[in-house]
């Protein structure tokens, strides 16, 4: 009951007028909160859109096929203003995604937490011109 | 059962109405009781702080222009158990504490069902949101003095079949099983997000970049792109047959107050704040400029169908250029969510093994 | 009798020598050219801290929106539905020289965009933007498209370090940044607009542009090498002429330039009106996923 009447007042949030509740997309609607996951995998492009930027990720399986993840992350505009562009990512980076499948199965997810390998979180902090982007 | 239902259904509504912005996803008890009027405290406004003469264009408007950011902590409404309208030092830097901590992104701890809702880093968001405000208020609401939208009136028949509709779809959607795109929210549909007035802050791109001319203050927020053109002239607003989604506005300056007020808003449901009917709702918007980089943003509501009596709040704005700036914020032309939601809901209704009952392990 | 003969001959040669001016300059000439800035009265526009001021409701009147280049009228589409309601007008090309001139290779995509320019498919991410006209689904028109959009745009110029244009056509915006040295940090619909002042003329440059906008209906379109140049100058109080060159090596030979006349729009209180277009697109993007089809 608890959880109803959390996902009722959620949703009624988003449709009253004006956009005061904090997301413009209660992520639990497209994202399953049943199917968390957690990959390394091997950027291949990064699509610098709104209203969420894509990352697609390559990621190798045990049996050494490659199956392609979209990753949804948040809006370009913040990383922007901190100084990172579209050069910030480049293909051939490895980073690590711990987030949440799909609903539906399909291959995508939400990238709750973005890691390179080492640790580092993707994207924190600025990024000064000329400064070379994470690896 | 029904009854029960769209009670809860309608108490859901007014939960979320009084809820704070972003308090809801980083909660997961039930909704705050109901708060005690608080006793008359003076919040500090503008009228308190010491009178600062702002540039004037060179055509003689007060100097508004920039790029501005409404980001804070501080909600809407103040918090039940708290009875101050403006804290002490001390309270205020528990307080900011405690919301940061409540907002913050990074944090994992509630469960998957509310670890996903937060959905990326924290640094993915607008940093200013996880501080409070510089006056230390504990609402952004000034009027009424206990901080809170004052309480709703009995609405129509017709509203209350609008309002069964939107929160049946609402429940669809966070299902993510809407029925077809019309029915998902305005803003999860590009049409309108904080564009649409009063301003408030959300969790990212909180900008708003403010440009004069001659006889005209524009507002162009972030999210989307979209001009507000405000004239000056004196002017009467459009006929009333000439309905819009961000409704028609006109200003003036009251010394340095720019006084804008918005009319002609479209019928169609969620038009207006917080679901308000369209034709009998009205709002006042203020701006002054009080420093270099602050400009106090206030507005007044009023809707005597919705509300018993007008509220105001007061949310001051930062300006963040040259250093920072707004970027192009489109949205509707690479809107794949909406896609994603209404082919995976149909795949789930073709195969109801996807929707899994227990979490599966992680990869 | 001497005084009689000069009455008639006076008048009669006068007649003469006032036909003869009159029609000399038509005589043997083809239809005038487009006036060039140059053609109008010198012109100084008022300043505004310095500069040109541009503010003001501005709108072009060609078709090119239609076709950049020569095109005759025609149906539109579903004319068994619409009529004379779909219909689109003829217009003369605004391409300097008439044509685009595209690399041989590059026309094949040109027909293919035309061939498909109604055709729409968003079910897989990674082909969303490969069909359709940009315009039929309310996406943002990109420089210069927007400028000759038969629609109304303002220019709102100040004393900060943009000027803003604000189009009716889906309350399309773009922001010039003047005097800036930045980069496009990523690409954008309405592309990364840096201007300066050069004499009375307002340069804008632009890059960083999508490369799914198109230039027109008839499918002329870019890569992401896109730079378009944009000259904005005041010819008198009522006139601003616009000039754009346009580059683009992976699709186009050489640059090629555009121009036409914008009008200032005079009617009393007129303002920018809402063309918010995205809810006629949902039924054509999104009701193939609708609950119950199929």
Not at chain 3, 172 to 200: V, Y
């Amino acid at each position: 009951m608890r959880t109803t009447m959390l996902s009722v007042v959620v949703g009624v949030g988003l449709l009253l007028g004006g956009v005061t509740l904090s997301a413009h997309h209660a992520f639990s609607s497209e994202f399953d909160a049943n199917r968390p996951v957690k990959f390394k995998g091997t950027v291949s492009k990064m699509m610098w859109v709104n209203p969420h930027a894509w990352i697609y990720v390559d990621v190798k399986n045990a049996d050494g096929t490659v199956e392609e993840w979209m990753v949804e992350a948040g809006t370009p505009n913040t990383l922007l203003r901190r100084g990172f562009t579209k050069a910030s990512l480049q293909p051939g980076t490895e980073i690590m995604v711990d987030g949440y499948q799909s609903k539906d199965g399909s291959k995508r997810a939400n990238g709750r937490d973005l890691t390179l390998p080492d640790g580092r979180t993707l994207f924190l902090g600025s990024q000064e011109p000329g400064q070379a982007p994470p690896k | 059962m029904k009854r029960q239902f769209l009670s809860s259904v309608l108490f859901a509504a007014l939960a979320a109405a009084i809820i704070p912005s972003a308090f809801v996803l980083a909660q997961t008890g039930a909704a705050p009781a109901a708060s005690k009027p608080a006793p008359a405290a003076k919040a500090a406004t503008a009228k308190t702080e010491k009178a600062w003469t702002p540039k004037k264009t060179p055509w003689g408007d007060p100097d508004l222009q920039g790029v501005w950011n409404d980001a804070t902590s501080t909600p809407l409404q103040r918090p039940a158990g708290k009875g101050e309208a403006v804290l002490n030092e001390e309270q205020a830097d528990q307080f900011a504490e405690q919301l940061a901590n409540d907002l913050s992104r990074d944090r994992r701890d509630g469960g998957n069902e509310v670890d996903v809702n937060r959905a990326y880093n924290e640094h993915w968001m607008d940093a200013r949101r996880l501080k409070i405000t510089q006056d230390r208020r504990t609402s952004l609401i000034v009027d009424p003095p206990d901080g809170r939208i004052p309480p709703t009136v009995q609405i129509s028949p017709e509203r209350q079949k609008l309002r069964a509709e939107r929160n049946a779809a609402a429940a669809r959607f966070n299902a993510g099983m809407p029925d077809v795109a019309t029915e998902l929210s305005l803003p999860i549909r590009c049409i309108i997000r904080t564009d649409s007035p009063p301003y408030l802050p959300t969790i990212y791109n909180n900008d708003f970049q403010i440009f004069q001319s001659p006889g005209y203050v524009v507002i162009g927020p972030e999210m989307i792109h979209s001009a507000r053109i405000i004239p000056l002239d004196g002017r009467p607003h459009l006929g009333p047959t000439l309905k819009q989604w961000l409704g028609d506005t006109r200003g003036h300056f009251e010394g340095n107050t720019l006084v804008i007020e918005t009319t002609n808003f479209r019928p169609d449901d969620g038009t207006v704040y917080q679901g308000a009917n369209p034709d009998t709702f009205k709002i006042t918007e203020r701006f002054t400029r009080v420093a270099d980089d602050a400009i106090n943003y206030e507005f007044t509501v009023s809707d005597p169908l919705t509300w018993t009596k007008p509220w105001t709040a007061m949310v001051p704005w930062t300006k963040i250029d040259p250093k920072e700036q707004m970027y192009e914020y489109m949205c509707h032309e690479d809107n794949f969510d909406i896609v994603h939601l209404l082919s995976g809901a149909r795949a789930r209704e073709k195969n109801p093994a996807l929707n899994l009952q227990q979490p599966t392990k992680t990869r | 009798m001497r005084t009689r003969v000069w009455r008639v001959i006076t008048p009669l040669g006068f007649a003469v020598i006032v036909a003869v001016v009159w029609l000399l300059p038509v005589a043997g000439q083809q239809a005038r050219p487009t006036p060039q800035a140059s053609a109008f009265p010198a012109y100084k526009a008022p300043r505004l801290d310095g500069h040109p001021d541009l503010n003001g409701i501005w709108q072009a009147f060609v078709t090119a929106n239609i076709d950049l280049e020569d095109h005759e009228a025609q149906s539109g589409p579903y004319p068994e539905m619409l009529g004379a309601y779909g219909g689109w007008p003829a217009g003369q090309s605004i391409v300097e020289g008439g044509t685009i001139p595209y690399k041989p290779e590059a026309l094949a995509k040109k027909k293919q965009n035309v061939a498909n320019r109604m055709k729409v498919d968003v079910s897989n991410d990674k082909t969303w933007h490969d069909l359709g006209d940009p315009e039929m689904k309310c996406y943002m028109p990109g420089i210069p498209r927007a400028t000759y959009m038969p629609f109304p745009f303002q220019i709102v110029q100040g004393t900060s370090p943009y000027i803003l244009m604000a189009y009716e056509f889906a309350t399309a915006t773009r922001t010039i940044r003047m005097d800036w040295k930045q980069e496009a940090p990523t690409d954008t619909w309405m592309g990364w607009s840096r201007g300066h002042w050069e004499g009375d003329t307002l340069v804008v440059d632009v890059t960083g542009q999508r490369e799914e906008t198109w230039f027109d209906r008839a499918g002329n379109y870019h890569s992401d090498m896109l730079h378009v140049v944009e000259r904005f100058t005041p010819a008198s109080a009522y006139h601003l002429m616009y000039e754009a060159t346009i580059e683009d090596p992976k699709v186009y030979t050489r640059p090629w330039k555009i121009s036409f006349p914008l009008y200032r729009r005079t009617e009393k209180n007129l303002q920018l009106l809402e063309y918010k277009c995205v809810p006629w697109t949902e039924e054509m993007l999104y009701g193939k996923f609708k609950k119950g089809t199929k």
